[in-house]
């Protein structure tokens, strides 16, 4: 197997690891991984921070997720609420990569309204199966769940006004593909509004690794210019890349818009 191989495997174990526990009962903030930024303590990236309120489900507030599935409140191991800066409209088609229980995508479903749509593409199968119960608990039907990487999104040219995305894009070993990607399924004018780690321009790859691993989201952060000169490479403009909270040295949670030129 080589290292890119293992390394998704290695997050889609993770992923199916923390649907399966979300269906046991257990509850986000004990959603952990192993090898956290802090050597295992609760406030780990990608697990429902008790400390820091960093990652997980204490990033959206209780009227956002108020009438949302528990169990889809509690799979979120996210480090933002990308549907809030999406800035959403009705009608319009969204895609969430990465779409894990379906948070983001049943958010998304509501603020589109019934003449609009939200895909959600995921590779756990466990994952997939735990975002579909939680849209049928939801009652929810303008959404639809599709088995996937973010590496080679399985919709057409030009299927979604909007792409977002939650703390994902990092565990992708790929970022070019991923972004082109992105680029591709959005409509000429179309824009991305994501949530993900980003690293200061400072640190080099050596010291992201020093601070979490790859599924921990930390060791696979781009910098801030390395994520601009990757949307520009993509052909995206008036790309942004917005810090919100550091969730460990040099490492912080960050919203990065960007927008399709229309030709």
Request: net charge negative; charged share 25%.
């Amino acid at each position: 197997m080589t290292e890119s191989a293992e390394l998704r495997e290695q997050v889609r174990a993770r992923y199916a690891q923390a649907a399966n526990a979300v269906t046991a009962g257990i509850r986000n903030t004990d959603l952990l991984v192993e090898d956290s930024p802090r050597g295992g303590e609760t406030s780990s990236c990608c697990d429902g921070s008790t400390t820091t309120r960093s990652f997980g489900a204490g990033l959206y507030d209780d009227a956002t997720a108020s009438d949302l599935p528990l169990e889809a409140v509690e799979a979120s191991l996210g480090c933002g609420n990308p549907t809030a800066v999406a800035d959403l409209h009705e009608g319009e088609r969204v895609l969430d990569l990465g779409s894990g229980g379906g948070i983001d995508v049943l958010l998304s479903a509501k603020r589109v309204g019934p003449l609009g749509f939200a895909y959600g593409v995921d590779m756990t199968d466990e994952m997939l199966e735990l975002a579909r119960a939680n849209a049928a608990k939801a009652t929810v039907s303008n959404v639809e769940f599709i088995k996937g990487t973010i590496e080679d999104v399985p919709l057409a040219d030009g299927t979604v006004d909007v792409v977002i995305s939650n703390c994902v894009i990092n565990l992708s070993t790929d970022k070019p593909a991923v972004l082109a990607e992105m680029f591709r399924v959005l409509t000429p004018g179309g824009r991305i509004g994501v949530s993900d780690v980003v690293a200061e321009e400072r640190l080099s790859a050596a010291e992201r690794a020093e601070r979490g691993t790859y599924v921990g989201c930390i060791a696979g952060a781009l910098s801030e210019p390395e994520y601009r000169g990757g949307l520009a490479t993509a052909g995206f403009a008036d790309a942004s890349v917005e810090f919100t909270h550091e969730v460990t040295d040099g490492m912080h949670a960050a919203i990065i818009r960007a927008t399709k030129p229309v030709v």
